[in-house]
């Protein structure tokens, strides 16, 4: 018997949930950062200083940027790793990883780019000194393994970054769901021309585990100190852990 997992609210063959997500990533590739502005009111761009800022790149430093995209984070990341450092831009899809190559080209910055799985890393062990996943962890077939990974090309004291959507509070919870259900799929049909692929991403960050459920995952793969930030009340999390 084959398993199966989730695809949104969707029950699917686990060897098509890898597909589905493409499609939905192919698809919204060309407007995502636009659509990123205008459907979080900006403050994605907040999340992800917060999390730049908690990574603590220095010179020299190896980093490998999963699910990197566009490139927001691998950008900051060249820059501070600098000239003696070296910084992985990856992406399962294809479609997003051109995006972001272009983007960090067309501003004089050449780094790795590389086609690649999360729970199939192609990285020796105990390489990197920052390992970064945005927005990515929710869309992974395997959460855990591809969890497993990350610690494992980790060196030892190095750190482990995830940005995720998370749980907010319940008094919040009714106009989120007003929110994510009804009027992002219409802005995702209005900007993008695509409202399933926007109603999917809603339905993606109900089934992602909560706040304190990803903090036992992260421990259990072996990762140390594990802590979590809430930001604007939960609707994004940042958990952070360390490889001893």
């Not at 084959?2 to 609210?9: A, C, D, L, R």
């Not at 995502?32 to 009111?41: A, E, H, K, R």
């Not at 403050?43 to 980093?63: D, E, N």
């Not at 907010?168 to 009714?174: A, C, D, I, R, Y």
Request: charged share 25%.
């Amino acid at each position: 018997m084959s398993n199966t997992t989730h695809f949104g609210y969707t029950t699917v063959e686990e060897n098509q949930k890898v597909h589905k997500v493409a499609e939905v990533f192919h698809s919204v590739a060309a407007k995502y950062d636009i659509m990123n502005d205008v459907m979080s009111g900006g403050l994605h761009r907040i999340w992800k200083i917060f999390t730049i800022a908690q990574a603590g790149v220095r010179p020299g430093f190896k980093v490998l940027d999963i699910a990197g995209g566009t490139g927001d984070l691998t950008k900051e990341f060249v820059k501070q790793a600098g000239k003696t450092g070296e910084v992985w831009h990856t992406d399962i899809n294809e479609s997003m990883l051109r995006v972001g190559r272009d983007r960090l080209l067309n501003k004089g910055l050449i780094t790795p780019t590389l086609l690649c799985d999360a729970e199939k890393l192609p990285f020796q062990d105990n390489y990197f000194d920052r390992v970064t996943v945005a927005f990515g962890l929710r869309n992974m077939t395997h959460k855990e393994q591809a969890l497993a990974e990350m610690r494992r090309v980790l060196k030892p004291g190095g750190k482990l970054l995830v940005l995720e959507f998370s749980k907010v509070p319940e008094v919040l919870q009714k106009p989120y769901d007003l929110y994510s259900f009804k009027i992002l799929p219409w802005m995702g049909q209005k900007i993008a021309g695509d409202a399933d692929s926007y109603r999917y991403l809603a339905e993606s960050i109900r089934m992602h585990p909560d706040q304190e459920t990803l903090k036992g995952m992260m421990e259990a793969v072996g990762l140390e100190k594990v802590q979590y930030f809430n930001l604007t009340a939960g609707v994004a999390a940042l958990h952070t852990g360390i490889k001893l």
